[in-house]
């Protein structure tokens, strides 16, 4: 139905002068939980409609519907260019292609199976790069470049001011992202660089990281992402676990696979303040 709707949407646009947005959020192959469960008639959770073309693999069946999931997704992204171009707007429209984290293991789905983090360490909710570095493909015939690439170190945060600035709108809130327009348009001269970038998980322990290119630092079991609990509130936990802390340096060891936190002192210490710096407490209600 969302992309019967998308579809209908694009075609609409035929023929308008004025500029449109469109934030198409494919929550595949995000796992249904509640299927994984194993009183589930599946007994996994990467559920659709049929397996299709995988249906006569020999594979296990959550990997059935993963695989199944990313062919939906190519086919859409697949569709978007098909009536860009059928409707006279492809040399004009920028396309942006990203996922949220890394490659998950959830609904009964492993992976591994597909190889699908290469040779990045961790999965979803990690820390390390398996976790959170993911694709960024950019589109845009008369602006980028085809077949060129970016060692730019972006995040997230980097893509509103970079909408604002594409389309000529002045933004009125703070950020802490720097648009990475000159990147993509073939003005790398122009891009403006992080200092650092920073991350804070509350799950699983606490995690946080900084990133200043190549050293990744990890703090591991930071308590409840720093965010005190009110009294009385959530159930009685032991001791917390010790912090763990974990440096790696990218260019070396783009696996993180070799912990150097040991030996550079002083570069845990330069992190670790910008750790700190990064964070503030959230307010209490």
């Not at 004025?18 to 929550?27: D, Q």
């Not at 995000?30 to 049929?50: F, I, V, Y």
């Not at 009685?236 to 936190?261: H, I, R, Y």
């Amino acid at each position: 139905m969302i992309a019967d709707n998308m579809q209908a949407f694009l075609r609409a646009q035929a023929g308008k002068e004025k500029p449109f947005f469109i934030y198409y959020a494919l929550n595949l192959p995000h796992a249904n939980n509640e299927a994984g469960r194993k009183d589930s008639p599946l007994g996994h959770g990467m559920e659709t409609p049929s397996y299709g073309e995988f249906a006569s693999k020999d594979w296990p069946n959550a990997e059935k519907g993963f695989a199944q999931a990313i062919r939906f997704i190519d086919d859409q992204v697949g569709a978007v260019l098909a009536t860009l171009k059928a409707q006279g707007m492809d040399e004009r429209t920028v396309v942006m292609f990203s996922s949220d984290n890394g490659a998950h293991a959830e609904g009964g789905h492993d992976s591994n199976f597909f190889n699908s983090n290469a040779d990045f360490n961790g999965i979803k909710r990690s820390m390390t790069d398996g976790g959170i570095h993911v694709p960024f493909i950019v589109r845009w015939p008369s602006k980028t470049k085809a077949g060129s690439e970016s060692q730019h170190v972006s995040g997230f945060q980097d893509l509103l001011p970079t909408v604002a600035e594409l389309s000529g709108a002045a933004l009125d809130v703070a950020t802490d992202g720097l648009s990475f327009a000159p990147e993509i348009t073939g003005k790398a001269e122009a891009q403006k660089k992080h200092d650092h970038l920073f991350w804070d998980f509350n799950e699983q322990g606490g995690k946080r990281a900084v990133l200043q290119w190549p050293w990744k630092l990890i703090h591991l079991n930071t308590g409840a992402g720093g965010a005190a609990k009110k009294p009385g509130k959530g159930k009685q936990q032991g001791k917390p676990a010790k912090l763990q802390v974990q440096l790696f340096n990218l260019d070396t060891d783009p696996g993180e696979l070799s912990n150097v936190a040991d030996t550079n002192a002083i570069v845990v210490a330069e992190l670790e303040a910008k750790m700190k710096a990064s964070w503030s407490e959230p307010k209490q209600d």
